[in-house]
């Protein structure tokens, strides 16, 4: 079982940066595979950005690359998602989600376990 919880999201400027973490708890964070998804008001789950279990290899939308790093620490039980440049299209709650099993990389949200409860990100224009 793990427990994540989002910090970090506020009302930034376009062209500003804000920086998330989800905080792990429980056994093995480690073992786990992590994203970041984000959902803007009525539209559909989308996948933002994902990094494997050591932190080797990520995985970021074509829509964010450039703009946004995902990065972990597992001494820490951490993962964060740096954003720049941020757009108001950016605005949207992000929610981290932890798995094993499945293809982190996929950005398909069944491959995930476990999800926080999000943060609200919202970019002003």
């Known amino acids: 079982q793990v427990q994540l919880v989002e910090s970090g999201g506020g009302l930034v400027q376009a062209g500003g940066s804000l920086r998330l973490s989800c905080a792990a708890s429980?056994?093995?964070?480690?073992?786990?595979?992590m994203g970041w998804f984000r959902q803007a008001p009525g539209k559909e789950r989308e996948f933002v950005a994902a990094i494997s279990w050591n932190g080797g290899s990520t995985s970021i939308a074509d829509s964010m690359k450039g703009r946004f790093t995902i990065s972990r620490d597992n001494a820490k039980k951490t993962v964060y998602l740096q954003m720049n440049s941020l757009k108001s299209e950016d605005t949207a709650v992000y929610c981290c989600?932890?798995?094993?099993?499945?293809?982190?990389?996929?950005?398909?949200?069944?491959?995930?376990?476990?999800w926080g409860q999000g943060t609200q990100v919202t970019v002003s224009s």
């Open positions: 989600a932890a798995g094993r099993g499945g293809s982190y990389s996929s950005g398909y949200s069944s491959e995930y376990n476990y």
């Open positions: 429980g056994r093995a964070f480690s073992l786990y595979y």
